[in-house]
């Protein structure tokens, strides 16, 4: 009679992660039990029969709960490790492609778990699902796992190429014509909308230049000359006369 296949129970934050897990595990002859992330995983697991509770159970550790921010993490290695038949557990962390020394050190004390693996991809694909199926007392299956690692490239390319076109539909969007754009210029204290087609040259036609007048005479008894007749100018700076002395 054939061994019945080994169940993992998984717990998956990223839906393109897990595709990519689904395919790896069920190459290697292992059977996906997929559930919520959105749930109170411990009662969940109370309410299953002894005799159907999985052989491993793979979790995301930013699973929080679903009443309160806290993660449920702690709480569901510490029920697992409470069964008479303890149950294995793997935990992941898909927001990372590589796992610290700290990470694994908690992981392993504190939680319990065989260890914690980062995103699986081309990278990790030949570490992770070996730890898997030696925990399971399983055989790995080499070359059905090599046609995995095809699927991983081609779900990546479809992530790359999707993002390539958000990237270039943003950039037509914001985008405007050369010519609607301008730019503001302060000149000796004015502000100047010089558009982005203009030149300094032509920037500079339109700043216009104190206009001087000369003036014939000054009377003499104007505070700001002496009684001595002296030659002077009538200088306009933006429309106001100032009296400019030449001795």
Known sequence: MPESPKTVLIFQLDEQQGKIWDAALQSQGIRVDWRPANI??????KAIEAQSLPDLLIMDIGIKSSTSNSLQ?????????????????LLLNSSSSQIKPYEQ?????????????????????????????????????????????????????EILESEITKIKSEIAKSSDPASKVTSISSYRGSNLDISSNSSMEDTDTRI????????QSIPIDSPIVSKDPVKAKVTTYRGVKVNKIQW
């Open 40 to 45: 109170d995983i411990v009662e969940m697991l």
């Open 73 to 89: 993490v702690v709480p569901v290695c510490n029920w697992c490790r409470s069964l008479d038949v303890p149950i294995k557990v």
């Open 105 to 157: 050190k908690w992981a392993t004390g504190k939680c319990g778990a065989i260890a914690i693996v980062s995103k699986l991809n081309q990278a990790t694909l030949n570490t992770t699902i070996p730890l898997i199926v030696d925990a399971l007392e399983s055989d790995l299956k080499i070359a059905d796992l090599n046609q995995v690692s095809g699927l991983i490239a081609d779900i990546y390319s």
């Open 208 to 215: 216009q230049a104190p206009t001087e007048i000369t003036s």
